[in-house]
């Protein structure tokens, strides 16, 4: 079974600060993304990456950026964290590019920027 | 912009009857469709996925593609208390987040009333 890994499943964190959300994965897929989730919203792409040292904006990439120096783990970055950025952040994995492959899920991490 | 499209619900259904959920989606070259189950507080589980026109059966659950009329629907037999859930529709194509991110539906709230 495929495993992904979020370091944190509940993490508090204030206005301003510089939070990182770790992932890892351990069936060395090369695909790795982020995505938040929002009531009302559903699931949005943050930002992807197809290899290490590689990365690619998804859908809302504003105020995150990412870091992946090796092919098991995808860190996901806030800046400068704000409260409208306080959400469920789900991290996925996908074996390899261009594949009908479904994308596997990590348990997520609740973030709450107070 | 690529949508997806399914109805929020709640959709309340009886014990051992079907399910039938339902999904539209707005980009013609969309390659793979899949179908999630989230539980809430959880992330999301792949439940099937479908990748050409017709039905795809799995256990109590069955897929159906339409690429013609954009459509794709689950359908879950003898459904159970267990199958209470939000079912989120996943379609992969050339979203912002090239050939591989996902574009979610916001999911359909599905309760089996024992």
């Known amino acids: 079974d495929v495993k992904v890994t979020q370091s944190s499943r509940y993490l508090v964190k204030r206005t301003g600060e510089k939070v990182f959300l770790e992932c890892v994965q351990d069936?060395?897929?090369?695909?790795m993304f982020w995505y938040r989730q929002d009531p009302g919203l559903g699931l949005r792409l943050i930002y992807f990456?197809?290899?290490?040292?590689?990365?690619e904006k998804g859908d809302i990439p504003e105020g995150y950026s990412v870091s992946r120096e090796k092919k098991e783990r995808f860190s996901l970055i806030l800046e400068s964290a704000s409260t409208n950025q306080t959400s469920m952040y789900l991290c996925?994995?996908?074996?390899?590019?261009?594949?009908?492959?479904?994308?596997?899920f990590g348990d997520g991490t609740r973030l709450s920027i107070l | 912009q690529k949508e997806v499209e399914q109805n929020s619900g709640p959709l309340s259904v009886p014990e051992g009857a079907i399910a039938s959920l339902n999904c539209t989606y707005s980009?013609?070259?969309?390659?793979?469709f899949f179908w999630y189950r989230q539980y809430s507080g959880k992330s999301p589980e792949l439940i099937m996925s479908?990748?050409?026109?017709g039905d795809k059966e799995d256990g109590r659950f069955t897929a159906q593609l339409n690429k013609a009329s954009q459509y794709v629907s689950l359908l879950i037999r003898d459904s159970q208390p267990s199958d209470s859930a939000t079912y989120l529709c996943?379609?992969?194509?050339?979203?912002?987040?090239?050939?591989?991110?996902?574009?979610f539906g916001k999911g359909t709230h599905l309760i089996i009333q024992p």
């Open positions: 069936m060395d897929h090369e695909n």
């Open positions: 479908i990748y050409s026109n």
């Open positions: 996943a379609v992969r194509g050339y979203s912002g987040g090239g050939a591989d991110g996902l574009t």
């Open positions: 990456s197809y290899d290490v040292k590689m990365k």
């Open positions: 996925a994995s996908l074996r390899q590019t261009n594949s009908n492959q479904p994308q596997h």
């Open positions: 980009d013609r070259v969309s390659q793979s």
